[in-house]
């Protein structure tokens, strides 16, 4: 089973009346600190989504979604099921699926970033930057939006985040498709893997997955029911 959906909440109300009876106390917690606003809507859109994807899959309401010390949710009792959530303005994203050859499933959305943006010297591999370089002015908040988010999808997809320097990975970002391809040209890791990239609104996304088999496909709704 792999799942991969976007929902626009920007229509949708949400409180955290609507928490679901399995989170653990612990995330609970954290979202009841998060002052009111577009944060904390985002946390609990991503939480429902998740929710109702490990539902579809394993037929009842009764599975716990827990956070690891990192903060990354995992379905209890299912150590091969990945879970993988992001979101940026009015979009949640989140995906599951279970692992392959010790690695699961990254997802990640973002705001395009500034052709500026300072935090490019601390993640930007050497030969990344050349690339930056290289690429045509009208074109570089593309090639760091994909960039950023590839690197993201990629470390959450290892169960890492960023606990690891994400200079230390290289991708090479070909904008001659679109949306971009993308593939490693050095990684630590030693894990392979493919991405499926794309844009919606002012938002760039990355689904990565283990490399050799198919990446899923992102659903795209604006109602949960559509899950």
């Known amino acids: 089973m792999s799942a991969v959906f976007i929902w626009n909440i920007a229509n ?30 985002q946390r609990i859109g991503a939480l429902l989504l998740l929710g109702a994807i490990v539902e579809r899959h394993f037929g009842d309401t009764t599975t716990r979604i827990l956070h690891d010390a990192n903060g990354r949710p995992v379905v209890a009792g299912y150590p091969d099921f990945s879970c993988s959530v ?18 699961g499933l990254g997802v990640d959305i973002e705001c395009a970033l500034s052709a500026e943006w300072a935090g490019a010297r601390q993640v930007l591999s050497p030969r990344e930057k050349e690339a930056l370089e290289n690429t045509p002015e009208d074109r570089r908040v ?4 994909y960039l950023w ?15 690891a320097p994400p200079s230390e990975l290289s991708l090479q970002i070909d904008l001659s498709y679109s949306p971009a391809v993308v593939s490693i040209t050095d990684t630590p890791f030693e894990k392979q893997a493919d ?13 990565c997955s283990p490399a050799g088999g198919p990446v899923p496909q992102v659903r795209k709704i ?6």
């Not at 604006?222 to 899950?227: F, K, P, Q, W």
């Open 142 to 145: 593309e090639y760091l939006s």
């Open 222 to 227: 604006d109602s949960l029911s559509a899950v």
């Open 149 to 163: 988010v590839c690197k993201e999808a990629y470390m959450k997809a290892l169960g890492l985040g960023f606990s």
């Open 195 to 207: 991405w499926r990239t794309d844009r919606i609104g002012a938002s760039y996304y990355a689904v």
């Open 12 to 41: 949708t109300f949400l409180s955290e009346e609507q928490l679901p009876s399995w989170l653990d106390e612990g995330e609970r917690c954290r979202i009841s600190r998060i002052p009111e606003g577009r944060e904390k809507r």
């Open 86 to 103: 992001s979101h940026s303005g009015d979009y949640v994203m989140c995906g599951a699926a279970c692992r392959r050859d010790g690695m």
